[in-house]
């Protein structure tokens, strides 16, 4: 059982590239999460997932675009890499909510990206 | 408005010691969870303690306690006998239940450091 992973675990990209960040979990949880952590700052949501083929905005979603269209797998993918999104990238899960329990999210190793 | 404040940047406890660490939270959603998360220097997002607004008893697990104050709006996190392994990043974070996508919201994260 290993939880949730992301791939890959760090990467380099110079303006204007694009490149697709992974994110499995094996808990089938339907709620799934992209976070980006920036220094001296909490998480910031940039899309969500309530299930498999929805997608939703977060908090900043610009110059991101998402897929869910496995259960499993939530895609963040940048088409034109700025060095504003230089930063660490986390994915997170959960099961849909109403247990006591059910709402805790689950978080990836993360991915530290940065941008020249 | 900040909805999650840590108003601790960095703090420092004695080995064997217990440590508060303090979360202040602004919402008007009735329903609403909180949670710690320990993120240590490795980066991965660790989940600690949950607490529910409508829970009559404050949340425990191990050496970790949450001392709620729901009038006040806080939700402080007590360690108790500190170990060298918990220095690390705390962050508390925040759920709103009118929110459908139950998405986080972070603090700005507290640093604690133990000396042996």
């Known amino acids: 059982n290993a939880g949730v992973t992301q791939t890959p675990k760090f990467r380099v990209l110079k303006t204007g590239q694009s490149m697709t960040l992974l994110c499995a979990q094996d808990?089938?949880?339907?709620?799934m999460y992209w976070y980006r952590q920036d220094p001296g700052m909490g998480l910031r949501l940039i899309h969500y997932s309530v299930g498999e083929g929805t997608t939703a905005k977060g908090e900043v979603p610009d110059g991101y675009n998402v897929s869910r269209l496995k259960k499993q797998n939530f895609l963040l993918g940048l088409e034109s890499a700025a060095p504003s999104q230089t930063s660490v990238y986390f994915c997170?899960?959960?099961?849909?909510?109403?247990?006591?329990?059910?709402?805790?999210?689950?978080f990836g190793p993360g991915t530290r990206l940065t941008v020249l | 408005a900040q909805k999650i404040t840590q108003t601790q940047p960095g703090m420092f406890v004695q080995e064997k010691e217990a440590v508060t660490l303090d979360c202040t939270y602004d919402t008007s959603d009735p329903s609403y969870g909180l949670f710690w998360y320990k993120q240590p220097s490795s980066g991965e997002m660790i989940f600690l303690i949950y607490q529910g607004s409508y829970d009559q008893q404050n949340a425990t697990e191990g050496r970790y306690s949450l001392n709620f104050q729901k009038a006040r709006k806080s939700a402080n996190l007590v360690i108790s006998a500190s170990q060298l392994g918990d220095s690390a990043m705390y962050f508390c974070a925040m759920r709103e239940g009118l929110d459908s996508s139950y998405k986080l919201i972070f603090g700005s994260g507290t640093r604690l450091l133990v000396r042996p």
């Open positions: 808990m089938n949880h339907e709620y």
């Open positions: 997170a899960s959960s099961i849909r909510p109403g247990g006591l329990a059910g709402d805790t999210q689950y």
